[in-house]
């Protein structure tokens, strides 16, 4: 039997985008719900409820809904990280925490608005944390909390199973996120022993999607490798750039120097390899 990733956009709607259940079996898992926040039903929302950036095509929302008590919930999946990206989650749930119709309305009570973002790479390297959790809270004591909006973001590179010990069923999502793709042949007993995990995975046989499914699927990943491989040239270039300029500095710094020791400027830019212009500009700021 042939898998296919869970992480792309079609399988990933596939999923969890009209099996409630499911859903509510990964928001609780995943977020940071206290016991009387558990999630118990839900109802799908449009996503054009939030508008689309269309020059940013892989920071999408793929599920959004409200549960009974009127709380939102945003899902998104995200295959590379950028600064950009976590402005737009900030964006994205602000407008769906601010529901259009009572925009206009000068006072109005609104539910909490809870984004859960899988983002398939690392971002927070200074730390081996991979759920970062983040509140709008006073600077000086965390107890005191704006409630309305609520982040979770997940590094599933970084999640390994003896990370987390007391939470089983986070700990089988993400496997189920991070474990099983295109070259899986046999999934772990304990992921298919989970009813609604075991749905998923019978969701992912490639058996059970069509030609153009598959052609879509395809794409997805071409895509995503294009858009690696950009980011990738761009991050080179950034470093090219940071060197020599790094190097220009140290040698303008080292031609001052021999200027003050009265050093002629035929040595000195023969040192320090400057130009006669940038020899020019050095001395008119000396």
């Known amino acids: 039997m042939k898998y296919l990733d869970p992480k792309a956009d079609l399988t990933f709607k596939k999923i969890f985008g009209n099996h409630p259940k499911r ?14 926040e558990q999630i118990h039903k ?55 925490y601010v529901d259009p119709v009572i925009k206009q309305v000068k006072y109005f009570a609104q539910y909490p608005t809870y984004s859960l973002n899988l983002i398939n790479d690392t971002f927070k390297y200074d730390t081996p944390d991979f759920i970062h959790n983040y509140r709008i809270v006073h600077d000086k004591d965390s107890n ?62 490639i058996s059970g999607f069509t030609d153009a499914e598959l052609r879509a699927y395809d794409k997805f990943w071409d895509s995503v490798s294009v858009e690696r491989t950009l980011l990738d040239d761009r991050y080179q270039k950034g470093m090219e750039k940071g060197r020599a300029e790094g190097m220009n500095l140290r040698s303008l710094e080292i031609a001052k120097k021999m200027l003050a020791k009265g050093m002629d400027e035929a040595t000195v830019m023969d040192v320090t390899g400057l130009t006669a212009e940038e020899m020019k500009l050095l001395k008119a700021k000396v």
């Open 23 to 36: 859903l509510i079996s990964l928001l609780n898992a995943l977020l940071p719900l206290s016991d009387e």
């Open 42 to 96: 839900i109802k799908y929302l449009p996503t054009e409820l939030v508008p689309e950036n269309n020059s940013y095509r892989y920071a999408i929302a793929n599920i959004l809904c409200t549960d009974t008590k009127g709380n939102k919930l945003c899902v998104v999946i995200r295959m590379e990280w950028s600064n950009f990206f976590e402005q737009r989650v900030q964006f994205l749930t602000s407008e769906l």
């Open 144 to 205: 005191k909390v704006i409630k309305g909006l609520h982040f979770t973001f997940i590094e599933l590179p970084k999640f390994t199973p003896h990370s987390i010990a007391d939470k089983r069923m986070m700990v089988l999502w993400l496997r189920f996120l991070t474990e099983i793709n295109s070259n899986t042949k046999e999934i772990p007993s304990d992921l298919l022993n989970d009813p609604e995990i075991g749905k998923a995975v019978e969701e992912l046989e």
